[in-house]
């Protein structure tokens, strides 16, 4: 299934494209979870984190794929519980903040990180490292479109990254 043609691309937002077509086709959705999971499949993947929001609906079904547990990482002030916090600037120059709730897993657990869309690699960033400071291992970060440039190749040289869209738009 040629999933990626569905992406909506008629209305550019910060250079981003409509992914959420994907979703609403059970193929398609089925295709891209399995095209995301496959360069993984050997990195005993004990947990999976996305980031708030379309990394929910990656995450989850990678989560399932994988058979393990899902964690978000949520926007700051959304978590209820104790948590830990970073704050970074997104691909539009805004200050914003990530909270990952506190002791999510045991020390060592090794966590596959997603998004749907990874420009500028901050967000990936300070998921990683929450995920760090939680005491879990990154084993890999993957993403439906994650852009190869000089502001995400921290995160290509220091982990095992993968997408399925290589389009630059």
């Known amino acids: 299934m040629d999933y990626l043609s569905l992406i909506d691309r008629s209305k550019l937002h910060y250079k981003r494209s409509d992914v959420t077509p994907i979703f609403a086709e059970p193929a398609a959705f089925a295709a891209l979870t399995e095209d995301l999971a496959a360069p993984f499949r050997d990195a005993g993947v004990q947990r999976v984190v996305g980031t708030d929001a379309l ?8 989560a399932l794929k994988f058979g393990v547990g899902f964690v978000p990482v949520r926007k700051g002030g959304k978590l209820p519980v104790r948590n830990e916090r970073v704050t970074f600037r997104d691909y539009s120059g805004s200050e914003k903040t990530f909270e990952l709730r506190a002791e999510p897993w045991p020390a060592g657990t090794r966590v596959l990180l997603c998004d749907e869309w990874i420009e500028t690699g901050a967000t990936a960033q300070a998921a990683a490292t929450l995920i760090e400071r939680c005491g879990g291992t990154v084993v890999g970060i993957a993403a439906i479109a994650f852009r190869k440039n000089e502001r995400t190749a921290p995160l290509w040289a220091k982990y095992r990254c993968h997408g399925v869209w290589p389009e630059q738009v």
């Open 55 to 62: 990394g929910f609906v990656v995450g989850t079904a990678l």
